[in-house]
């Protein structure tokens, strides 16, 4: 089998990217990054084993690494560009806009944690393997994260407003 | 009832929240919360997190792929492994389906006649049913270059195949051509022509040139079934055609022999 089994898991991978940058633009380049790296390590992966942890592994990895080169902002973007269907009602919308700023506002190691665990339905264990780290590590992240997550959406205006925010409500 | 219940680790209720709890501890965590009302707290509200987060995700309008992120595999197999990997993906779509249905072999009078192995196609073939799988989902990147722009889409990709090349018309049959694309193939590029209903219905065009001694020997009309696709193919000088669609034998077949008679016109 080809390099082209990773085709069908794009769509996930974008979910999960635009989750984890907060911007659409940086998800997909992330992963564009994610399958160039993917094509050239493809010997590496061991037939049989789960491409998509495989690949969230790889993406992890770059996620880190941009994280690293720009040290002194997560650059993690607000959401800003957040789509709001004209169908969905404006209460719902508000809600989803708290949640993603929510979202926005946790450190990037309690966020991935929170994504893989709750949106991939990855185990503790698989999460631990993507992230390359003890499940213990995971599971501290998780606690804190929605603990954090709990203490933002009870009182948005803790969140940290590292870009102007459109209010949607208030 | 009314033993003291042992403390309960954050690492259970979290455990509880994401369906990750032993199954024989579930009754403890219950117990506990019922007795812990912080906690059961804590919890419905992890939970409401987890449940709005699954649903921002499941609606999160992502719109299409941009070409950009197939373009990167597609390239990377067409590279060194180009052979290997365009027949391994397109053996892995087919199998999908075809060893389930398998195929027809269509004779003179047009009926089905014995089903062939899949393996025994061209490999055009399966190339041309990777392809059609791969980009008639796409709405708005399912063509490199539109039909708006029909002249230069023709001499670009007769350019490309090394042959002038002739985009039939199936206007008759209420399809409008909505553009083409260069594929990577086997030993040479591809081109792919799209065609679209008022229904939405997709069909494509895929058209292989080969080299002198490299086309297949087989030159009848002949059809493969790889799911809800159906396929038409046939080989005509040093010209592999393949018409694909998710439509019943019969009406592809009535694409596909308007398709052959402009072609061999």
């Known amino acids: ?170 | 009832m009314n033993e003291p219940l042992e403390p309960m680790s954050d690492d259970e209720l979290h455990a509880f929240v994401d369906g990750q709890l032993d199954a024989g501890r579930v009754q403890s965590v219950l117990a506990w919360l019922q007795a812990n009302a912080d906690d059961a707290a804590r919890v419905v509200q992890w939970q409401a997190q987890r449940l709005q987060l699954r649903q921002v995700a499941r609606t999160m309008e992502l719109g299409d792929s941009p070409p950009a992120l197939t373009d990167v595999v597609l390239r990377a197999a067409g590279g060194a492994r180009r052979r290997a990997a365009w027949q391994q993906a397109a053996a892995a779509v087919l199998l999908l389906a075809v060893g389930v249905t398998g195929g027809r072999w269509w004779g003179q009078g047009g009926s089905p006649v014995a089903p062939p192995a899949m393996a025994a196609s061209p490999s055009f073939v399966r190339e041309a049913v990777l392809a059609h799988a791969v980009f008639v989902p796409e709405k708005r990147h399912a063509v490199e270059v539109a039909a708006s722009d029909e002249a230069h889409l023709v001499q670009w990709l007769s350019r490309r195949l090394g042959t002038a090349l002739k985009v039939p018309s199936l206007a008759d049959h209420g399809y409008r051509l909505l553009g083409g694309r260069l594929l990577p193939g086997e030993g040479a590029p591809r081109a792919q022509f799209m065609y679209e209903n008022e229904q939405g219905v997709r069909v494509t065009l895929f058209v292989a040139v080969f080299g002198p001694g490299q086309a297949p020997a087989q030159t009848s009309f002949r059809s493969v079934r790889d799911g809800a696709r159906e396929s038409f193919y046939w080989v005509e000088d040093r010209f592999g055609y393949a018409l694909s669609a998710e439509l019943s034998a019969p009406d592809l077949q009535a694409l596909a022999r308007d398709v052959y008679a402009q072609l061999a016109r």
């Open chain 1, 1 to 170: 089998m080809g390099v082209e089994q990773t085709l069908g898991h794009i769509p996930a991978l974008r979910r999960y990217a635009r989750l984890l940058t907060g911007d659409a633009t940086r998800a997909d380049d992330l992963v564009q990054d994610t399958l160039e790296r993917a094509c050239v390590k493809w010997s590496l992966w061991k037939p049989g084993s789960a491409l998509r942890s495989w690949l969230l592994a790889l993406m992890h990895n770059l996620y880190v690494n941009q994280l690293r080169d720009w040290r002194h902002d997560d650059n993690h973007a607000a959401l800003e560009d957040a789509p709001e269907p004209a169908h969905e009602p404006l209460s719902l919308a508000a809600e989803r806009m708290e949640l993603l700023q929510a979202l926005a506002a946790l450190p990037p190691p309690m966020r991935e944690v929170l994504l893989l665990v709750t949106v991939e339905e990855y185990t503790y264990a698989e999460a631990a393997k993507i992230l390359d780290v003890p499940v213990g590590t995971v599971m501290s992240r998780l606690h804190r994260a929605r603990e954090r997550l709990r203490e933002l959406m009870i009182d948005p205006a803790q969140a940290p407003r590292t870009v102007p925010l459109q209010l949607v409500k208030r």
